[in-house]
């Protein structure tokens, strides 16, 4: 019998890690990529593989983010504008800020960061990506007793749920990463980390899903999905034509809404905008970090790549955008100095903005889209797309390919009907 056709429409990290698997368990795959390869969050985002930890829906999170609604500069920043769907969404996510949701979705979101980190090592391995990866972990540093209490708390959460945080105080995260001035008072260490250069790893794993045989085409937009006889057919293409297949991945982020709402399903998600600078190590620019960190009050994370540091974050509620503000840039590089008073003036050899998909609950939004036979949706994995991107691709072909897989229950699009 000749291999099942599977189009993936999305080219970031999570369609080609789908891409990669479907092919890997011998699909014919194609993958539909409007820009390039990366174009979106993948290839700008902080390069950290941070498994395991809670939804972005913490209590009284969007009451904090609206105190400081008015402020460029807030971690999480709401941009005052007349967006009914925005506000609708933020309604819906503040109703998921409870203590009953974070324990909720870390009993499905711990195992799957330990079968991801595992996924990893071996994509790494058996793929030769040379891309930087350091399985060495990260530190989150706190510079206030309120960020400290937090920090702890959430590392108290990693460890009911089967993962090993250390507790480290100030002189101690001094004496590992010397960078780091007086400012702050204490943190965790986290083991169960790797980073890695996400430019350099999605460029590769694309390499590595083409000699599995996948059609990689950008330039190549799809304006539509093909239905007949309440099955996928195809895909339609925006410059014309039709792409027959057996089945369709959406895997497109915060636009994969537009092609869903075309069957009848509307998925609870707005586009998180986040930043990056990247700033050359040496005189007047980034010190050389020997390990990556998160500034947990400002949630910048700092990590350093080849000959820079990668200083990135925020989230943004702007809508579909890809405007860049100065002041949001302007902070990750205010709020690292304060932890890191070596770092110069030196002018950023990257500036970057992208857009990531934030489902309402914290949950990534994995497995069969409306009553459309074949057709299959992976999205909504916020500031996780990298972490999670093995671990979804192999899900998505477990399941595409007919074998199942078990997981995909608690992610199922179906959860909000």
Known sequence: MSAPKIVVVGGGVIGISCAYYLAKDGAEVVVLERERVGAGASEGNAGTVSPGHPPLNKPGRVAAALRRMLDPTSPLYIHPSWNPGLWRWLMGFARHCTLEHVESCMRIMAPLGKDTFALFDELVREERIECEYRADGYYDVCATTTGLEESRQEADILTRHGYSPELVDGDELRRREPAMGPGPIGGVYYPEAATLDPGLFLTRLARAARRRGVDIRERAGARSVVVQGGR????????????????????????????????????????????????????????????????????????PLYTFVRFAGTMEFSGVNRVMRPPRLRQLTQAARQTFPGLGSARASSEWCGLRPMSVDGLPIVGPLGDVGGLTVATGHGMLGLTLAPVTGEMIARHVLGSGDPRIGALSPARFT
Request: charged letters at 15%; one cysteine or more.
């Open 232 to 303: 996928v057919t195809g895909v339609r293409l925006e410059a014309g034509g039709v792409e027959g297949c057996d089945a369709v991945v959406l895997a497109t982020g915060p636009y994969s809404l537009s092609m869903a709402r075309r069957v009848g399903v509307r998925l609870p998600v707005q586009a998180g905008k986040g930043y990056h600078r990247d700033i050359a190590i040496g005189p007047n620019g980034a010190p050389p970090l020997r390990i990556a960190c998160v500034l947990s009050e400002s949630a910048v994370f700092c990590t």
